[in-house]
């Protein structure tokens, strides 16, 4: 397996925050495991890290990971154990699920992913087969895969309140659509078990809901661990009421993105980080990279040219966007084959199952990196993310990915919170 | 990694058995799902099988596995996640561990096992600490490992009705000590979690016991998918009131072998397979390769010479043997480096874990390879068992993986049927 090149900063000498999250390792999983005793995981998520090397910190959380075709195939048994759990967890009695994929059915790479999440079910011990709710799918249809595989999705067909296939009947529903252009009439208040539950698609879901349970769970992290909070958390502001194309809220998003920005410059004064602050702009409900800015200050958000301001305003299903989250910028200091990078860590249940770089050569290290130009590194993590090696040197790279397993599963807990009070 | 050489009869075609229990898997899985709801998995084991091509069965189960650091160190997070469930679901709120070894201080094999047990728990986020019973032991000892590192064994120390060490009150207590010569006062009555329970010891175990176990759980799985229980199953009789120095009960020994032997006969006419039955002797508290004698008729077992009624007769610890089970003996038809090779797999709680081969040169297919010069191929599994590639060729080395996954896990579970009724 190829190990990526890191940058200097990060070959170094482990920094204070990981070092103090690996000497806390025992209580951190006894803490994690009492959490999991209260909350339910969600089913699956991924998680998009910055290191800066003085922070590390989730800057997104997605609950219908795309992109299981990225992750390390070494970790494919982990993944399906994960699954084994997890479907043992919610639905011990369950035989048959149906997959319910995004309706891109064009998209090459989207559909290796959902080739890849179908293969860790079946090999779970399900019996798996794919539902479209894409109006183009209204009969059976093959799809070709780059492996030369064919994939075959059918119409998804509501009987009573269960949904299923023509001549298939499944006991478990697995969304990986994230239900961006609404919650469909075809998924509502069925009797089989829904997940993750129809709350957690972008029709309801907001990010700034996600953070401010990141908030509470670092509260109580930060006190196992001995650090300041911030180390791992990213400030944010909500601010909506917006119109971009009106040019309303202009001046209030300006003035909140003002006031991180001095906010950000106290801690970088007292951490001595010579680094200018940004941050990021984002559709509180946006996914795909789509409705993101990075700024440095607020007066860049005022007078959006408009292209810019269309840029900002639409979404993935053409949504407009009147509310956002302003998330301090974190810049990353992990570069690989001479492209910026961020590690995207995923997990199954509760437990951590792989993850990859998210590369992009043609990005700065305090932008975002989910745009147009983008690759992946599949093979990026030398070992998996839940066995640091505390037997040997403490700078090995097992170490650097503990911290980033760490840190992904506080995202994942908070998404677990975010769910429990967000229930239907 | 490197693929074990297989003998032409494995790199075939899939076995008749083989292909159904791979069609089968969503209906095993979710029976073995509903088994776990309903019995406890032991903490960990190993089960020996022996792949005849005709037949695929469990030869042994052990309880107190060694040989960890013979496992494909690829696996080790697959061991770590295992180890996180496993004390999950008895202790969510252990912190610390006590693993109490086998007395052996100089077998550097087994202390590298020790170690390599102690780094997945360790890794699955445990303070974990040695304590031997070993009388040697009377002050914390750091013993050298072949890797250069070191291992710290304190003597046991109790307390009430708690074990520990002298400054480390632990939550959980595991034993990798199979309690051969009897079950310790130390450990008795304690209130601390001990696993495997102390019954699960050779002081009470007995493998007729293991394998009446097994029967039942074969009939159940053998109407699941559709197959001769025998094709996964070796008859077995218990014969007890030996005394092999006195020679008492060598007849009634011998006609349980011959009767033994005539039923493999008539199964091997019924299939069609040109073999030489024979039987397996074995003490029925032994362990270690001890006290087993592999014959092919009742009359090799009348009018041993001393020599031979010597290594019947006594067996770790020095125990006299007036126990034995005959067991169908299933001859391997694996080879790998010219040496005969059974595959060993391991578990933890209800997962599969790892594996490799025992391979011995010396030895045939029909004889014990659990003795002196053989050696071990700790990356003999080319992929998890759990994870057969149900898209690829069904003939690929995954799928011949997951049976034998699915055949220890059967084992697994007539253990945990054995602990429960044994319960003290």
Redesign the interface.
């Known amino acids: 397996m190829s190990v990526p090149h890191l940058t200097t900063a990060l070959t170094g000498p482990l920094l204070e925050l990981e070092r103090k999250i690996l000497a806390a ?6 803490w ?3 959490q ?2 209260e909350h339910t995981p969600p089913f699956y998520g991924s998680v998009d890290l910055r290191n800066a090397g003085y922070k590390l910190a989730p800057v997104d959380m997605n609950l219908f990971p795309g992109g299981f075709n990225n992750l390390n195939p ?5 993944a ?3 699954a ?2 997890a ?2 967890g919610y639905c ?5 699920i149906l997959l319910i994929p995004e309706n891109h059915t064009r998209n090459l790479f989207y559909l290796q992913n959902v080739a890849a999440l179908a ?1 860790i079910l ?6 798996v087969r794919i539902g479209s709710m894409n109006p183009e799918i209204s009969a059976p249809t093959e799809l070709d895969l780059p492996d030369g ?1 064919k994939m075959l999705q059918e119409p998804v067909i509501r009987t009573g309140n269960r949904v299923g296939l023509a001549d298939f009947d499944p006991c478990v529903i697995l969304l990986n659509n994230d239900l961006s252009g609404g919650i469909p009439d075809l998924l509502k208040n069925i009797e089989q078990t829904l997940l993750p539950p129809l709350h957690a698609g972008w029709a309801v879901r907001r990010k700034t809901e996600h953070f401010a349970a990141y908030d509470r769970v670092v509260a109580e992290f930060a006190q196992i661990v001995d650090i300041d909070p911030w180390l791992i958390n990213p400030y944010f502001e909500h601010v909506d009421g917006l119109d971009f194309h009106a040019r309303e809220g202009e001046e209030k998003l300006a003035a909140t993105i003002d006031t991180m920005i001095s906010k950000i410059a106290a801690k970088y004064a007292e951490y001595g980080i010579d680094q200018t602050p940004f941050v990021i702009v984002k559709a509180n409900a946006g996914t795909y990279g789509m409705g993101i800015m990075s700024v440095k200050s607020g007066e860049e958000l005022v007078g959006l040219n408009r292209k810019q301001r269309n840029k900002m305003s639409v979404i993935k299903e053409g949504l407009e966007v009147h509310d956002v989250i302003v998330q301090e910028g974190v810049p990353t200091f992990e570069t690989i084959d001479d492209g910026v990078a961020e590690p995207v860590v995923y997990m199954l249940d509760r ?1 951590v199952i792989g993850g990859f770089y998210r590369v992009h050569t043609g990005r700065g290290i305090d932008e975002n990196l989910n745009a147009p130009g983008m690759h992946f590194k599949p093979l990026a993590f030398a ?2 993310l ?6 040997g040197s403490p700078d090995c790279e097992a170490n650097r990915f503990y911290a980033y397993g760490v840190v992904a599963r506080l995202a994942l807990l908070a998404g677990s919170l975010e769910l429990e009070e967000g229930s239907l």
Chains 1, 2 share one sequence.
Do not use: Y
Request: proline share 9%.
């Open positions: 390792q025992p209580e951190i999983e006894h994690l495991r009492n999991w005793q070494d970790f494919h048994p982990l399906v154990q994960a084994m759990m479907l043992e011990p009695d369950a035989r048959r293969k079946r090999q779970a011990g399900m019996v595989s437990f070992t998996s839940s066995t640091p090696d505390c037997d």
